[in-house]
C-alpha cells in the first residue's frame, strides 16, 4: 500500500494517512479482510514517527474502518462497503461533507462543477468496487 502525504499541508498527518486508507478501500486498492503494513513499518516507509500511524490506525479502528489484534495486525474490516450497524456508528460523513461544499460555494466554484466531481469521483469508487467483485467470482 503506497500512501502519498502531504508534509506541508495543514490536514496532521495522522488523518491524511486515515484519508489515504478509506479512499484505497473505496477504490479498491484495499479490500475486506486484507492487511494493512505494521505501525512500525508504515511509520519506517514514510519516515514518519509510529505514534503518528497508531493515531490514524486508532481512529480507523474506532470508526470500525479496520480491526487490529495482536496476532494478526491491523487488517480492513470484513465487513466494510456494507451497512453493518458497527460501520454506521462513525456515520459522520454528512457533516463532513456540508462543511466540505461549503467551502466550494464560498470560493465560487460552480455548482455543476462540484457536482460533476462528485458524480466522478463516486464512479471511480464504484469501478474500484466492481473491479473487485469481478475477480472474486
Not at 460501520?87 to 466554484?109: I, K, N, Q, S, T
Request: glycine letters at 8%; charged letters at 30%; hydrophobic letters at 40%.
Amino acid at each position: 500500500m503506497q500512501l502519498l502525504l502531504d508534509l506541508d499541508s495543514e490536514v496532521p498527518i495522522y488523518q491524511q494517512i486515515r484519508d489515504r486508507v478509506v479512499e484505497a478501500i473505496a477504490d479498491g486498492t484495499l479490500k475486506p479482510g486484507e492487511s494493512l503494513p505494521s505501525t512500525r513499518q508504515c511509520a519506517v516507509d514514510l519516515a514518519i514517527n509510529f505514534h503518528t500511524v497508531n493515531k490514524a490506525y486508532d481512529l480507523l479502528r474506532r470508526e470500525g474502518i479496520i480491526r487490529i489484534n495482536r496476532k494478526s495486525g491491523a487488517v480492513v474490516h470484513p465487513d466494510v462497503g456494507r451497512p453493518t450497524p458497527e460501520l454506521r456508528a462513525g456515520d459522520d460523513w454528512r457533516p463532513r461533507l456540508r462543511v466540505l461544499l461549503a467551502e466550494a460555494v464560498v470560493r465560487g466554484v460552480p455548482e455543476a462543477e462540484v457536482a460533476a466531481y462528485v458524480r466522478s469521483a463516486l464512479d471511480g469508487f464504484a469501478l474500484g468496487r466492481a473491479g473487485e467483485e469481478e475477480g472474486s467470482g
